[in-house]
């Protein structure tokens, strides 16, 4: 018998509860003045 993976589960689970924190967090960054400074 496979041992069983609990990586896809896990990843699936955590990548639906993290996606719009991460939208937000990308947006923060483009908005941020520290970026702005930074960007070449």
Do not use: I
């Not at 937000?24 to 400074?37: G, H, L, R, T, Y």
Request: glycine content about 2%; aromatic content about 20%; charged content about 30%.
């Amino acid at each position: 018998m496979r041992q069983f993976d609990p990586w896809p589960v896990f990843f699936k689970r955590e990548w639906g509860r993290n996606w719009r924190s991460w939208r937000v967090c990308q947006e923060d960054a483009k908005n941020s003045p520290f970026v702005q400074k930074h960007r070449s």
